[in-house]
């Protein structure tokens, strides 16, 4: 059996529709993958072993973060609280992946419902990174990132809300997209934020990404945000010229906090993308002290919102009471963990009578301003270079009990977040201690081509994507 795990997942398609390989050859490469290493990653919920009498594609393997309905799956979002609970529909994204010949090769794990950098805040355990597995593989999309840079899958989707497709890919090395807010349909998407939430590819490289966008992209009516913008073909933006293009580097993202292995990396991204004829610029986005506290604020008070319907009632888990009060209680007690109840804590306060208009209302005027922010540094320059993440990946426990430092994670991530923009996470670099180093890209709105273009051009000449972990576990 060949070795798919160098191949990209583009090249393993190409293979399949010129049947130069079978969708069983490449079913079984990648289960013996999972066997043989998830047991050390841990990266999936589940692994479907059945195949869907209704799957008559043709077998492109993929992995879907565990907040994404597939019809008749279970859906947990590794909650406890929607123990037992099957979707009862396609996502929108889904309805696409199977249209377009993919297999589902299970569900990935993740933080509870999305909250948190790391994946472990899951009911499940952690995951670990493939890179050295006493690390947390970033989150919440830990799974999903994880299991790509292993190459157990070809390419996974995730969710991004605060960075949670591009944090994880930074810390495991692989490309991770969230797209602009509404260009991808949330519907079937477990909400968290609804006004920040969006899913993406994460995948080795961008010709991977581009192919992946394609098929997921544009307008739904099921989403009553989703944008009514025409998307392009990505493909044609896999471009390897960047010439003339701005670029500007924020200074504000270069302060306190920034470990210097990163700071460096980021300046040789700069470095590589001037020598292929790119402009570099500094710029200034002066609200950016404020997004963290902005974006606590208006995403716990969303979620906190859209977690109301998990009651024991309509979904999963219910903690049997002969009083209905005690029940909801006693069900929300006991099916939520620790970090989602903190959420629901923080949001609730901030949204109650009171406090709305210190706490709630004042974030989306501060939000504002961060938008504005990038309004002003897109007259200056075409595309936004900065650090993904301030540190590497952390090791396990090391930040469970201190949920500030965890929260500052997101720091560089989050106002694409709130100002709704396209933003990418590439591989860029190790540090000393051998771990990747991610940079990221961000863009205007519906300008997904500048990025794929961007990094396309940086991966012709640089080779950090095609690195693959060896996966131990001494
Ligand atoms: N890490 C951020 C949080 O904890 C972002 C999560 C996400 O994007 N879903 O909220």
């Not at 909650?79 to 529909?89: K, P, Q, W």
């Not at 794990?109 to 948190?116: I, L, P, Q, R, T």
């Not at 900065?386 to 997101?410: N, Q, W």
């Amino acid at each position: 059996m060949n070795d798919l795990s160098s191949l990209k997942a583009v090249d393993i398609v190409q293979k399949l529709s010129q049947n130069q390989i079978t969708k069983e050859d490449v079913r079984g490469f990648f289960n013996k993958r999972i066997t043989d290493l998830d047991p050390y990653i841990h990266s999936f919920v589940k692994v479907f072993t059945h195949l869907s009498p209704a799957d008559t594609g043709l077998g492109i393997p993929i992995g879907i973060k565990d907040n994404i309905c597939i019809k008749d799956e279970e859906i947990t979002c590794a909650s406890r609280i929607l123990n037992g609970h099957r979707a009862v529909y396609d996502a929108t994204v889904i309805g696409k992946l199977k249209q377009a010949g993919f297999l589902i090769m299970g569900t990935m794990n993740m933080d509870e419902f999305a909250f948190g950098s790391s994946t472990e805040n899951s009911c499940y355990g952690p995951t670990r990174n493939p890179w050295d597995i006493t690390r947390v593989p970033g989150g919440s999309s830990g799974g999903s990132a994880a299991a790509v840079a292993a190459r157990l899958i070809p390419w996974a989707l995730g969710s991004d809300t605060g960075g949670s497709i591009r944090q994880p890919a930074s810390f495991c090395g692989v490309v991770g997209f969230k797209p602009t807010y509404g260009r991808v349909s949330r519907y079937g998407l477990i909400a968290f934020g609804s006004s920040l939430d969006q899913i993406g590819p994460l995948t080795t490289n961008f010709v991977d990404c581009a192919y992946l966008l394609n098929v997921i992209c544009g307008h739904d009516p099921y989403d009553s945000t989703s944008a009514q913008v025409d998307v392009a073909d990505f493909s044609k933006s896999l471009i390897d010229n960047v010439e003339g293009l701005k670029v500007g580097l924020p200074q504000e993202y270069f302060r306190q906090g920034l470990n210097s292995d990163i700071a460096k990396a980021i300046g040789e991204v700069a470095a590589v993308l001037k020598g292929r004829g790119a402009q570099i610029t500094n710029i200034s986005l002066p609200h950016t002290e404020y997004a963290v506290a902005t974006y606590y604020i208006v995403g716990c008070s969303e979620a906190s919102s859209n977690l109301q319907r998990f009651d024991g009632v309509k979904y999963g888990l219910r903690v049997k009471s002969s009083e209905l009060l005690d029940m909801y209680k006693k069900t929300r007690g006991e099916g939520f963990g620790p970090e989602s109840k903190r959420r629901i804590f923080l949001g609730t306060y901030s949204l109650s009578s009171g406090y709305y208009d210190a706490y709630y209302v004042r974030a989306l005027k501060v939000r504002t301003l961060i938008k504005r922010d990038f309004e002003e540094a897109f007259k200056q320059v075409d595309v936004i270079l900065t650090p993904t993440a301030p540190t590497c990946a952390f090791k396990i426990g090391e930040k469970a009990e201190d949920p500030l430092s965890m929260y500052l994670s997101d720091i560089y991530t989050i106002s694409a977040n709130l100002a709704g923009l396209p933003a990418v996470s590439f591989p860029c670099g190790f540090s000393k201690g051998s771990l990747p180093i991610g940079a990221q890209f961000i863009g205007r709105p519906f300008d997904e081509e500048i990025l794929i273009r961007m990094g396309y051009t940086y991966q012709t000449v640089t080779d950090f994507h095609a690195r693959i972990p060896l996966v131990t576990h001494g």
